[in-house]
């Protein structure tokens, strides 16, 4: 082995036992957390809310062990393919900074209150302090190493290695970037500015590449194989576009992906048949109506009903962020058809309503029997392009056959979203990472052009090392959605699925806040796509699952219950 490789294996071998140790300090937490949240041998959810900052810091520091853990196991891929004798790659040197600094994370957080964590100093000096670790993190994070790895970055416009996609997804990689920079890109900015519709341009045009259904089965007529899920193109395709604009064209198939999941989950036959090819064709376009005005994520307190009347049931109350509502022709809708609020989220069931499509902010329609349906667009800063809307249900006809499932469907909408969800959080992994990409691009190329006291800022320490860590991070965040996925479709990944999308639409607002920065007041101009990016990144945190209940509700949940497992 030459002496690069060498090196290079060291280097890995160091940081894999620094995260070992790291992880060992996690199990105790996790464990710790159990033993306080277990009534009758069962986690309790009123206990569990006992302990919300512990679950919350125990959630995000697994998941940035577990982003640490795949970008090392990428970099050694990359190794592994690589040339012999070939120096140290660019991917190993973001791998190990990333993990150094994930490292690092997780030591502040858990030490700044150990007992918490039920962490003595006996378990900290084998684990988070202890020698070997420190040394692996000091080494990492010298301002000299990461300088070096920043003037390299600045040389590579805007990439930060290899992707490692089997040459299908190249492919797709490659059509859906073309669409993005081509057709997306010079339109997305008028679109943000101005508050417009998505024009036909992109929407045409991705009908036309079969865009919409990549979750949907073939013989369906969409592009999805049938016996296998294919999570990876549908995430390739996500961050190509989202790279492109966000609200314009990355999640345009957000809500197909969510549709189609719950019908493939719950749908009769006879749905599948009427509604995957159509949906496959956009037509009709699609919106998930789940979200009510008081009560967010708390699905069991809903309080949209539906009523049984002659044919069907009559909806009748209130939504909130239904994404692309006006447009849609089709809402995916949950709804109480039980009036027992004491049954929580098993009184609810899923309905397909039909509306007729609206270009404006507002919509009306009303049906001959006299039910009606309104929407109301809701202005944001950001996400602009597809618009959010407040819907308002008055004793609105939905058929019998639009209830999802038949009549065996009554009671389980809730799971029926749960399985539509699951795809929605990768999915939003997939746009972060897109949206990442777009603003490290500029970031890159800015800090080129870009003149203070006589040189470009690239060649400034500071802006060297903010290039290191943005591409370390951006690294990190991409091959661990493409982990995800690949584990998605191979029939697991679940936890991981809301792990990720926890770490990477927080690690969006630091990256594109950055590239921000590296604009300096350009960066805060209306004209400099860095300020929508800005913009866009915040919602990423709040919608798909915001991010305390997902880290408290599900990945907290999630870890409890497999220290659980693993000790059984």
Not at 307 to 320: N, P
Request: charged share 25%; glycine share 10%; net charge negative.
């Amino acid at each position: 082995m030459a002496h690069q490789e060498l090196q290079a294996d060291q280097l890995m071998q160091r940081a894999l036992a620094a995260l070992d140790a790291t992880e060992a300090a996690l199990k105790t937490a996790i464990r710790s957390l159990r033993e306080h949240v277990l009534v009758d041998g069962r986690v309790s959810a009123s206990k569990l809310d006992d302990y919300q900052l512990v679950s919350y810091d125990t959630a995000l520091s697994a998941a940035e062990a577990t982003g640490a853990r795949f970008a090392l196991d990428y970099a050694a891929r990359v190794r592994a393919q690589s040339e012999t004798g070939r120096p140290i790659t660019i991917e190993e040197r973001c791998a190990l900074l990333f993990s150094a600094e994930a490292i690092e994370s997780i030591r502040a957080r858990l030490e700044l209150r150990p007992q918490d964590y039920g962490l003595s100093r006996e378990a900290l000096a084998k684990t988070l302090d202890s020698d070997a670790l420190q040394a692996f993190c000091a080494e990492q994070l010298a301002v000299e190493r990461m300088t070096e790895l920043g003037k390299a970055i600045a040389d590579m416009d805007g990439n930060t290695g290899a992707y490692l996609l089997d040459e299908d997804h190249e492919m797709m990689r490659d059509t859906f970037r073309r669409f993005a920079t081509d057709v997306v890109m010079p339109l997305a900015e008028e679109v943000h500015r101005h508050d417009l519709l998505i024009p036909e341009e992109i929407l045409g045009g991705l009908a036309e590449m079969g865009c919409f259904g990549l979750s949907i089965p073939e013989r369906f007529g969409g592009l999805q194989a049938d016996d296998k899920e294919d999570n990876m193109g549908m995430i390739v395709v996500t961050e190509e576009l989202s790279r492109g604009s966000l609200g314009a064209a990355g999640s345009l198939i957000t809500r197909p992906e969510i549709l189609t999941r719950a019908l493939l989950k719950g749908g009769t036959e006879a749905q599948k048949a009427k509604w995957l090819p159509r949906l496959a064709e956009a037509d009709p376009l699609c919106a998930v109506a789940v979200t009510e005005p008081n009560y967010g994520s708390d699905v069991a307190g809903m309080r949209c009903k539906a009523t049984r009347t002659e044919g069907g049931w009559l909806i009748d109350g209130a939504k909130t962020w239904c994404t692309f509502g006006g447009k849609a022709g089709v809402l995916l809708l949950l709804a109480r058809t039980n009036p027992d609020l004491s049954l929580g989220h098993k009184g609810l069931s899923m309905f397909l309503v039909e509306k007729p499509s609206s270009d404006g902010h507002a919509f009306e329609h009303t049906q001959e029997g006299g039910g009606k349906i309104t929407g109301k667009a809701i202005a944001t800063i950001g996400y602009r392009g597809m618009h959010s809307y407040d819907v308002f249900f008055d004793n609105y006809f939905v058929p019998e056959e639009n209830m999802l499932g038949g009549p065996e469907g009554e009671g389980k909408g809730f799971y029926f979203t749960m399985a539509g969800f699951a795809g929605g959080r990768i999915q939003t992994a997939a746009r972060a990472v897109g949206l990442m990409q777009a603003a490290f691009e500029r970031a890159v190329s800015y800090a080129d052009e870009r003149q203070v006291f006589g040189n470009s800022i690239n060649k400034y320490q500071l802006t060297q090392v903010k290039l290191a860590r943005l591409a370390a991070y951006l690294l990190a965040s991409r091959q661990f959605t493409y982990s995800v996925g690949r584990l998605m479709d191979a029939g697991s990944g679940e936890m991981e699925a809301s792990m990720v999308k926890l770490f990477t639409c927080k690690t969006a607002e630091w990256v594109t806040r950055e590239a921000q920065q590296i604009h300096g007041g350009m960066g805060y101009a209306e004209e400099t796509p860095v300020s929508r990016y800005f913009l866009d990144a915040r919602v990423l945190s709040i919608f798909e699952g915001v991010e305390e209940i997902l880290a408290l509700k599900v990945v907290a949940r999630a870890l409890v219950d497999r220290a659980g497992q693993v000790q059984a």
